[in-house]
C-alpha cells in the first residue's frame, strides 16, 4: 500500500525559511516523479511543484518560483520544499504527491498533508 | 499559462441526482485532464486521468469525458459519500494548473 507522510509544518514568521518533507513508502520511490500541491484556508488546491524520479527536472509554480525548491533523497525514500521568503498567501495545507514514471503531472497518490503558517 | 474554470462553483442536489461539472480550458489540451475529489480533512484522491480513464476502485457511477477545451464529469446517482468538492486539472504543460473548484453539497 502507497503511504506518503508529510512532516515539517509550523507557524513561522513572514520572510522566513521552511523546510517541510515527505516519507515515501510501499512503492520504487526512486522510479517514480513526485509533486507538491497546496491548499490555502478556504480555497481550492493549487499545483507547487514537481520532480522528476532522477532530480534531473522540476518544475515550480509561478507564484512560488525562484523561492521554493523540491528535492529528493532516493536512499531514504524522501521529498522535501525549501520555502524561502515566504509569505502570508503560502499559508495552508500541504500535500506530496506520487506522479507517474514520469512527470506526467496526475497525481494519484496523496498524503494527508502538513500545514504551514505564515503569520 | 492554461486557465481552468470549471461550472457550477457550487451544485445542491440530492441522492440518487445525476449531477454534471464542466471544466475549460483557456487552450485546447488534447485529453490531458485528470479529476480529483477532495473530502476535507482527507487526501485527495484522483479519479480520472486522461480526460476518462478511471484510477483504481471508482465506482461505475462515475464517468469523464471531453477533449480539446470542454470536459466533464458526471456522476449518474448521487451517494452520500459524494458530497465533497471536485477539481479539474490539465497535465498538458506547466504550469500543471487546477480549475478553482465545484462543491457538490446536499440540498
Known amino acids: 500500500e502507497v503511504q506518503l507522510v508529510e512532516s515539517g509544518g509550523v507557524l513561522v514568521k513572514p520572510g522566513g525559511t521552511l523546510t517541510i518533507s515527505c516519507a515515501a513508502s510501499?512503492?520504487?520511490?526512486?522510479?517514480?516523479?513526485m509533486a507538491w500541491v497546496r491548499q490555502a484556508p478556504g480555497k481550492g488546491l493549487e499545483w507547487v511543484s514537481v520532480i522528476s524520479s532522477s532530480s534531473g527536472t522540476t518544475h515550480y509554480a509561478d507564484s512560488v518560483k525562484g523561492r521554493f525548491t523540491t528535492s529528493r533523497d532516493n536512499s531514504r525514500n524522501v521529498v522535501s520544499l525549501r520555502m524561502a521568503s515566504l509569505r502570508p498567501e503560502d499559508t495552508g495545507v500541504y500535500y506530496c504527491a506520487r506522479d507517474s514514471d514520469v512527470v506526467a503531472a496526475t497525481f494519484y497518490d496523496w498524503g494527508q498533508g502538513t500545514l504551514v503558517t505564515v503569520s | 499559462d492554461i486557465q481552468m474554470t470549471q461550472s457550477p462553483y457550487y451544485l445542491s442536489a440530492s441522492i440518487g441526482d445525476r449531477v454534471t461539472i464542466t471544466c475549460r480550458a483557456s487552450?485546447?489540451?488534447?485529453?490531458?485532464v485528470n479529476w480529483y475529489q477532495h473530502t476535507p480533512g482527507k487526501a485527495p484522491r484522483l479519479l480520472i486521468y486522461?480526460?476518462?480513464n478511471f484510477q483504481g476502485v471508482v465506482p461505475s457511477r462515475f464517468s469523464g469525458n471531453g477533449s480539446g477545451t470542454e470536459f466533464t464529469l458526471s456522476i449518474s446517482s448521487l451517494q452520500p459519500e459524494d458530497f465533497a468538492s471536485y477539481y479539474c486539472q490539465q497535465s498538458y504543460d506547466t504550469p500543471f494548473t487546477f480549475g478553482p473548484g465545484t462543491k457538490v453539497d446536499l440540498k
Open positions: 486522461a480526460a476518462s
Open positions: 487552450q485546447t489540451i488534447d485529453k490531458y
Open positions: 510501499g512503492f520504487t520511490f526512486s522510479t517514480y516523479a
